[in-house]
Nanobody, 125 residues
């Protein structure tokens, strides 16, 4: 089992940047694929980015491609989401999630077993 804690959210103006971090407990972080998801008020949770155990495979949602970068440091048990050129439509609670199943890197929320508590990102226009 793994516990996840996100940090780095906040209020930023459009065009600005934030870096989210997700720290994982335990000694098996490198066994998990990791994903970032977000949920805006009144909307379903949506996929943002995912990275495989060793970092070789990365997926992005089309809406963030070219602006967001996911990375991980297995020595620090941490996954990051660098968000540049933020837009008001990026406003949401951002969650990191972990998947230990051995399969193709997942992008559906239901494929992830472990979730953090979320961190709020607000982008003002």
């Amino acid at each position: 089992q793994v516990q996840l804690v996100e940090s780095g959210g906040g209020l930023v103006q459009a065009g600005g940047s934030l870096r989210l971090s997700c720290a994982a407990s335990g000694r098996t972080f490198s066994s998990y694929d990791m994903g970032w998801f977000r949920q805006a008020p009144g909307k379903e949770r949506e996929f943002v980015a995912a990275i495989s155990r060793g970092g070789a495979t990365i997926y992005y949602a089309d809406s963030v491609k070219g602006r967001f970068t996911i990375s991980r440091d297995n020595a620090k048990n941490t996954v990051y989401l660098q968000m540049n050129d933020l837009k008001p439509e990026d406003t949401a609670v951002y969650y990191c999630a972990a998947d230990r199943a051995f399969r193709v890197l997942a992008i559906r929320p239901e494929d992830y077993s472990y979730w953090g508590q979320g961190t709020q990102v607000t982008v003002s226009s």
